[in-house]
């Protein structure tokens, strides 16, 4: 489906609190980029975020009651938008067309492939055990969940296991 609509495929990286995820996510990023891949990523908050800086002209217009703000720039664009709900990744993905992966940081509820960072240190139990979309596990214990596991730094062998399990093109 995703292949007919050019939508790339989404994983998300997920995992307790504290456990490492955007430490984790820093090394796998330029790891796949260098292997030639255009990666997109999504950061789930469920507390809300202030993107834009106080007192900026596209806060300023934010502001004023635009439902919509955008800035943009020969090297950038930004967006700003209200919703009435917390977006799907589905209904997030149309963003990311012309990408051929997205990375997400949470979204552990969705129904999509996950990859979970446990640490023994930060919880007793891994957050993904019954989980049905876990396709693998980082993790600095032995722990065998039914998919394949990784240790903490063997982001490269990571990264090779995401390209072969999406079957993605470099």
């Given at each position: 489906m995703n292949?007919?609509?050019?939508?790339?495929?989404?994983?998300?990286?997920?995992g307790r609190s504290n456990a490492g995820k955007t430490t984790f996510l820093e090394k796998l990023i330029p790891t796949l980029v260098r292997l030639g891949l255009a990666v997109g990523t999504i950061k789930h908050d469920?507390?809300?975020?202030?993107?834009?800086?106080?007192?900026?002209?596209?806060?300023r217009h934010k502001q004023a009651g635009a439902a919509l703000t955008m800035i943009s720039s020969p090297f950038q664009i930004?967006?700003?938008?209200?919703?009435e709900h917390d977006h799907s990744l589905d209904e997030?993905?149309?963003?990311?067309?012309?990408?051929?992966?997205?990375?997400?940081?949470?979204?552990k509820r969705e129904n999509r492939p996950k990859i979970e960072l446990y640490r023994r240190a930060v919880h007793p139990e891994p957050l993904c055990?019954?989980?049905?979309?876990?396709?693998?596990?980082?993790?600095d214990s032995?722990?065998?969940l039914g998919v394949?596991?990784?240790?903490?730094?063997?982001?490269?062998e990571l990264a090779q296991f995401i390209i072969a399990y999406f079957k993605l093109k470099i």
């Open positions: 292949a007919i609509r050019n939508l790339p495929p989404i994983v998300s990286i997920v469920v507390h809300g975020f202030e993107m834009d800086r106080p007192g900026k002209d596209s806060w930004g967006m700003v938008r209200d919703v997030l993905a149309p963003y990311f067309v012309g990408l051929d992966l997205v990375l997400t940081e949470g979204y055990r019954d989980d049905h979309g876990l396709i693998a596990l980082v993790s032995g722990l065998d394949p596991n990784f240790g903490l730094e063997d982001v490269e």
